[in-house]
């Protein structure tokens, strides 16, 4: 008898050439290839559940998701076997089987994303990175750091997010950000429990108005406080956000 197994993925991908992760009708998605993938090996239709959703253009250093199916195959050979399959866009670097009540989304810990900014147009980064005008680009990196540690602790995001009939509860606890700059790049960095629709993008633009007109470095918290969504910065594009990673 061959026994059902549930196999947990970490994936990377480039999330260009999607239209984000969630599978959808005449779009191509990540979620769409893996399940290609998975059904050409298993030859039935399997279900993934990824741990969470990315939007169009955002790409992922560190994806995870789940599926069961009955099968012999063995971790390494899924990973052989995915990756002969997929567009090279998308990776599986690792596999393991995990406990029936492991899922993707619901015991995920806390998430991280990154987004950056490249300081200088390169068409090699065009999918990858934000571009800012040259009369934009001289950020306040010390600004924005200040003015970033306001983000960190439980707070109602609703005003840096989209709105949604359906979403009851809008509080997040952020535990951890970074602003960091080198030659080339601005980085930042954000950890926290759950993250709402366009969050991050809504934040990263806030900091880059907060920056540009010499807000307060207390304008977040004075955010958070009015609730008012004029308040925030425009939302950036999506080719500058990546999920690094999902803790379990």
């Not at 480039?14 to 959808?24: A, H, R």
């Not at 399940?35 to 955002?58: C, F, M, P, W």
Request: net charge positive; glycine share 4%.
């Amino acid at each position: 008898m061959i026994m059902e197994k549930k196999f947990k993925l970490n994936i990377s991908y480039d999330g260009s050439e999607y239209y984000g992760w969630q599978i959808q009708k005449h779009e191509r998605t990540v979620q769409g290839e893996l399940e290609n993938a998975l059904q050409k090996i298993y030859k039935e239709k399997i279900i993934l559940y990824g741990s969470g959703r990315t939007d169009r253009g955002v790409h992922a250093f560190n994806q995870y998701a789940h599926f069961s199916v009955c099968t012999r195959m063995n971790e390494k050979n899924v990973i052989l076997a995915l990756n002969s399959l997929l567009p090279k866009s998308i990776y599986i670097k690792n596999c393991q089987i995990v406990d029936s009540n492991f899922h993707a989304r619901f015991s995920a810990k806390k998430k991280k994303y990154v987004y950056k900014i490249r300081k200088q147009y390169s068409p090699f980064w065009r999918n990858y990175a934000l571009f800012l005008s040259p009369s934009k680009s001289n950020l306040n990196s010390d600004l924005i750091k200040e003015a970033s540690k306001y983000l960190v602790g439980e707070h109602n995001f609703w005003v840096f997010s989209k709105t949604n009939l359906y979403i009851k509860n809008y509080i997040c606890n952020i535990y951890n950000v970074e602003w960091q700059e080198n030659e080339e790049f601005f980085h930042f960095s954000i950890v926290g429990n759950r993250f709402l629709y366009n969050m991050v993008r809504r934040i990263v633009g806030t900091l880059l108005k907060i920056s540009e007109k010499n807000l307060s470095e207390k304008y977040i918290e004075q955010i958070f406080e009015m609730q008012d969504k004029r308040m925030i910065g425009e939302k950036v594009a999506p080719n500058g956000l990546y999920l690094a990673e999902v803790y379990y």
